[in-house]
């Protein structure tokens, strides 16, 4: 609940809307300008509030290709984690 608290935060409002506009108000995914949009963190990196990310680490993505990239994100790192603790892999010989 403390991250959905932050995004309420008026710092986070103004980061979200520069992005919007670099963005051309549109999904960076699908091209869509009529869904609802969402500023999408490509990575996140501890300690760090929604704002304090450069813009190069956001993306402009559409509510419904958020929740496609979301679901991704979740078997690519469940894929990952199996293969470093079972088949004892390093991340490297997985990216490759």
């Known amino acids: 609940m403390y991250y959905k608290n932050l995004l309420n935060n008026p710092l ?8 919007f506009e670099r963005d051309k108000w549109s999904c960076k995914a699908c091209g869509s300008n009529e869904n609802t949009l969402h500023a999408h963190h490509i990575y996140y990196e501890k300690n760090l509030k929604p ?3 450069d813009n190069e680490c956001l993306v402009t993505i559409c509510e419904y290709c ?3 990239i ?7 790192s469940g894929i ?4 470093i603790i079972v088949n004892k892999k390093d991340i490297l010989s997985i990216l490759k």
């Open 70 to 76: 979301h679901g991704e994100i979740k078997k690519v």
């Open 51 to 53: 704002w304090e990310y």
């Open 66 to 68: 958020h929740d496609e």
């Open 80 to 83: 990952i984690a199996f293969e």
């Open 12 to 19: 986070w409002q103004k980061k979200r809307l520069e992005i």
